[in-house]
C-alpha cells in the first residue's frame, strides 16, 4: 500500500511543519491543501522533505458549476494553478471538487449546474491530460449544495471523459454507500477517514462505523495501485490512522 495523509491536518500552521510532522511519521506522501494559507507554496522547502506529493486544488471560494461565467472561468484557472504546481513537482494525482448548486440554482436550474459542472471538469481534465498530470475529481458527502454526491453518476460522467476519481470513503458512507458499492474502475485515488454516516466527521481511523478493512480489501483484490491518503481533523489522528493502517492491513 503507498500511504499519504493530508495537509488538511495542520492547515491552520505553517505548511513546513505539518509536513515535517508527516515525514517524521514515515509517511511516504503528503497531500497539500493548495489554498489559503497555502496557497502560495514554495517549491524548494517541497524539495527538502523526503516526500512525494499528491495536491488538493481549492474548494474554499471556488465553485466550477457556477452559473455567473466569471466566477467559474476563474475558478476554473484556480484549479489550473494546481495542476501547474503538481506539473512542476512531479505529483502523482490532482483532486478536484466538481462544484456546488445554491439554493436558488438548486431550485431552478439544476440541470444547468450540472452542465456548466461537466463543461468545467472536460476542460480540467483535458488541460490536466496536456500536461501529463492525473487529475481527479472526487464524490461528495451528503450535503445540502453539494453535486455529485452520487458515485454512479459521478464514475458514468468520468468513465464518458475518460478521466478518474477520487474515492472519499467518508463522503461515501455519509451519503449512505455500502463497501461494495463504493468500488469502480475509475477510480485513481482515494481519501480515507472515518464518520458514524451522520455526519462528514474526518474521524480517526477505528474511531467511527465505517468497514474500512472491507472497503480496503476489495481495492486490494482488484490491484487498486493508487495512493491511500489519510485525510483526517487533526495531526495526532494521523497518527492514529496510521497506526491502524499498520496493524490491519
Known sequence: MKIGASTLAGIEYSLESTLEFIE???IEYAEIVHQYPHDNVNIESLESFNLKYTIHAPFMDVNIAALQKKSRMNSIEQIKSSINLANKIDAEAVVVHPGLTTFLANKYFLDKVYELANESIAKIGSYGRDLGVLTTIENMPSFDGMIYQDINDLDELLTSLDMYMTLDIGHANHVGYAPDGMIFDSIKHIHMHDNFGD???????????????????ILEEK???GIYIIEVNDRDSIKKSYEYIKKNF
Open 223 to 225: 490491484k487498486y495501485d
Open 199 to 217: 455526519d462528514d466527521a474526518h474521524l480517526a481511523f477505528g474511531e467511527g462505523s465505517i468497514d474500512l478493512n472491507t472497503i480496503v480489501n
Open 24 to 26: 517524521s511519521l514515515g
